[in-house]
């Protein structure tokens, strides 16, 4: 690949509370932003606004996670046809699971405009706790359950032959072990995800009265899980499976989003840059379609994926950084950040047109108001 100019960063604007946010100003240099990301300033203003990813010669003094991703933004301009499709439910991109783990509380909840996602846990007696899913391993896994039945068009799904080669497929480290190993914390994060209820509200209005729609479903109410974290063994799974629920079947097949596997295992360390990866995905597939920006205020998009921040001066900063580091992998999106909020404009979908955007399909919480919107054409 030919080698890049690194042109020096611009430094961005800053003014007083209540103008401009200023974090529009232009950055030329991933590696830059690379290096204000993984390094100890992460909360850094400003936004990569560079096309080209610059060659992996020379580069030096960056984290393991920094070079990740590089390397996954240089692949993908090197082949930007070799995609990885995968698939998100359109409700799990408005409403997202939790960041951290919201503690020993019976219920917890996100509501974004008038959808609201709730969660009520698995509950441990042995040590009175409530478990929650949480982080980033059940967005990846949620990502592997919805392509899956996406492609199988069956409830049932199968993890496969062995326990490492399902952890390769979510971007996870089979060979690291501990308690805190992927191996024990994936087993861990998917028993919490299948045996949690997630509930679906939607509020609507016509003729001047309110009503409400809700659907309340358990993701995994069958499954068959073997596990063996002794290295020297076979690791086989013995054919592992997991029968979705019918509701949530349903929910997660007729509407998913198309997004590239590939960026999502670039930015799998983050939950919230898998959160705004698969929202600008989602965004900009509705500007390219509609014609015009979508405009997401910053109080709105707080509530959406950022209930762990409580000031949202720090939410902000940290969608600042977080929007650099998906630039990398998606350097064709359109996304300016602005006092207001984030600005989404028509831009080229992450995954071509051609390569599955039949997916695209009306709520899946139907109501007498809801109006079914076309599916895309080929």
Same mark, same amino acid.
């Given at each position: !690949? ?21 974090? =529009? ?14 390094? !100890? ?66 219920? $917890? ?34 990502? $592997? ?51 949690? =209820? ?15 729609? $809700?659907?309340? !479903? ?7 899980? $073997? ?152």
């Amino acid at each position: !690949m030919p080698n890049t100019t690194i042109a020096q960063p611009r430094t961005p604007r800053r003014r007083s509370a209540g103008k401009d946010f200023a974090v =529009t100003a232009v950055t030329d240099s991933p590696i830059t932003a690379l290096e204000d990301d993984f390094s !100890m300033s992460t909360d850094q203003s400003g936004t990569y606004g560079g096309e080209e990813t610059p060659s992996l010669d020379g580069v030096e003094g960056l984290s393991p996670v920094a070079m990740r991703l590089l390397q996954a933004a240089t692949d993908m301009q090197q082949s930007p046809d070799s995609y990885e499709r995968a698939f998100l439910a359109r409700q799990l991109i408005q409403c997202t699971f939790p960041h951290s783990d919201p503690g020993n509380v019976p219920i $917890w909840s996100r509501t974004n405009g008038n959808l609201t996602l709730s969660i009520r846990p698995l509950y441990d007696e042995e040590k009175a706790a409530h478990k929650y899913p949480y982080g980033t391993i059940p967005r990846l896994f949620l990502y $592997w359950m919805v392509t899956e039945a996406a492609r199988t068009k069956k409830r049932r799904l199968y993890l496969g032959q062995t326990y490492p080669d399902f952890m390769r497929k979510l971007g996870l480290n089979p060979s690291n072990g501990g308690v805190r190993s992927d191996s024990r914390r994936l087993k861990d994060q998917i028993e919490r995800m299948l045996r949690a =209820t997630i509930s679906f509200k939607q509020t609507f209005k016509k003729d001047g009265k309110t009503g409400d729609a $809700w659907l309340d !479903m358990q993701i995994g109410p069958e499954a068959v899980l $073997w596990w063996n974290f002794d290295r020297d063994a076979q690791n086989s799974l013995f054919e592992s499976y997991i029968e979705l629920s019918e509701k949530f079947f349903s929910a997660i097949t007729s509407s998913p989003i198309p997004l590239d596997l590939r960026a999502l295992r670039a930015l799998r360390k983050s939950p919230l840059s898998l959160d705004l990866y698969s929202l600008i995905c989602h965004k900009t597939y509705s500007a390219r379609k509609d014609g015009d920006t979508k405009t997401i205020p910053w109080e709105g998009l707080h509530r959406q994926m950022g209930a762990e921040y409580k000031e949202l001066r720090n939410f902000k900063q940290k969608v600042v950084a977080t929007v650099k580091k998906i630039r990398l992998v998606y350097p064709q999106m359109k996304v300016d950040l602005s006092e207001t909020g984030m600005h989404i404009h028509p831009a080229p979908l992450a995954i071509p047109e051609r390569a599955g955007t039949e997916a695209f399909a009306p709520p899946t919480i139907e109501v007498p108001v809801t109006r079914r919107r076309r599916m895309l054409k080929q």
